[in-house]
């Protein structure tokens, strides 16, 4: 399963799916569809709902004659599982990103991690040093592009005013 994306303005609808795939029947005026969000498919995250009950996760998009959206992994639902719900009737389905998928900031705006010396063997361990290494590969890449980009300045300033 690739990286799921949130696509923006999207919302179809789906005919009688049950616990089945989405056949999507096109987005209403004003939205856009997933098809024309997403045209070679992918991963995608999504809500589902009915009016009575709902439905979220992360699903496969398949484009061609008939859009569908196949329910790869369900993250919830209102009956508090994660199972596929039977939908019996037109469905309402959209793209969205998931509470527990956003990252909590502090109330000043910032984002927190836990540095290597906080980390525990607690479950959640793995995840922080794996973040903290990936953050300190940004942060390499990012000195890499600001040195980069000086260098081109200056060479850019010098050929400029024909110091060369």
Do not use: C, H
């Amino acid at each position: 399963m690739s990286t799921p994306k949130v696509l923006d303005l999207v919302l179809e609808t789906s005919t009688n799916p049950g616990t089945g795939a989405f056949v999507l029947n096109g987005a209403p005026t004003g939205r856009r569809s997933f098809a024309t969000a997403l045209a070679e498919g992918g991963d995608v995250y999504y809500y589902a709902e009915d009016g009575s009950q709902a439905e979220w996760g992360v699903g496969a998009l398949e484009v061609g004659a008939v859009n569908t959206l196949t329910r790869q992994t369900i993250l919830g639902n209102t009956s508090a599982g994660r199972n596929p719900l039977n939908f019996t009737t037109e469905v309402r389905v959209y793209s969205g990103l998931p509470g527990d998928r956003i990252a909590p900031l502090n109330a000043d705006g910032t984002l927190s991690l836990a540095s290597p010396a906080e980390e525990d063997d607690s479950e959640t361990a793995p995840t922080t040093k794996w973040t903290r290494k990936r953050l300190d590969a940004l942060e390499a890449t990012v000195r890499q592009l600001v040195e980069t980009l000086k260098a081109d300045s200056a060479a850019a300033y010098v050929k400029k005013a024909g110091m060369r």
